[in-house]
């Protein structure tokens, strides 16, 4: 009895931490995805946006009719200020849509993060230019994704 006893402990004893270190090497840990962005040039038909993520992205238009074209640059100087040391180019360098209704529509899919390595936000941040037409007002947005999919305007010559 004293056996059975002394063996039913030492599994007691062991077992939470067999199945601890079992579920722990399954589990993924991830951080939620995130996208900071700056305006940092406005002029009529044209938006320069200062952007830094850790996740693929999506660029979204509203009440924009017309061509729109999207040039993404992952290093240089805007404004004086150096950018993109360490970024690298989240997907395409260059997109054109043709958008023929104000409702939302993405323009640009970013497939990766702009952070290629560790940094300060600047360091990591790409230059996002989006031309359209001057008579617009658009609405810009910049969303993390989970899952990349293809922009819904439709493909346009640049």
Not at 38 to 48: A, D, F, R, T, Y
Not at 60 to 89: D, E
Request: aromatic share 6%; charged share 25%.
């Amino acid at each position: 009895m004293r056996l059975l006893l002394t063996a039913l402990t030492a599994i007691l004893i062991t077992a939470p931490q067999a199945v601890w270190a079992n579920m722990s090497d399954r589990v993924a840990f991830t951080s939620k995805g995130r996208v900071a962005m700056k305006l940092v040039s406005k002029k009529p038909g044209e938006h320069k946006y200062m952007v830094v993520s850790n996740a693929p992205f999506k660029v979204t238009a509203k009440n924009v009719i017309g061509r729109i074209k999207v040039k993404v640059k992952a290093k240089g100087k805007i404004s004086g200020l150096q950018f993109g040391s360490k970024a690298q180019m989240p997907g395409k360098r260059l997109s054109c849509r043709a958008i023929w209704s104000s409702m939302p529509r993405v323009i640009y899919s970013a497939t990766k993060r702009t952070a290629k390595l560790r940094g300060k936000p600047r360091s990591q941040a790409v230059i996002v230019t989006v031309k359209f037409p001057k008579t617009a007002k658009p609405k810009f947005s910049f969303k993390p994704v989970r899952k990349v999919s293809a922009p819904s305007a439709a493909p346009a010559d640049c």
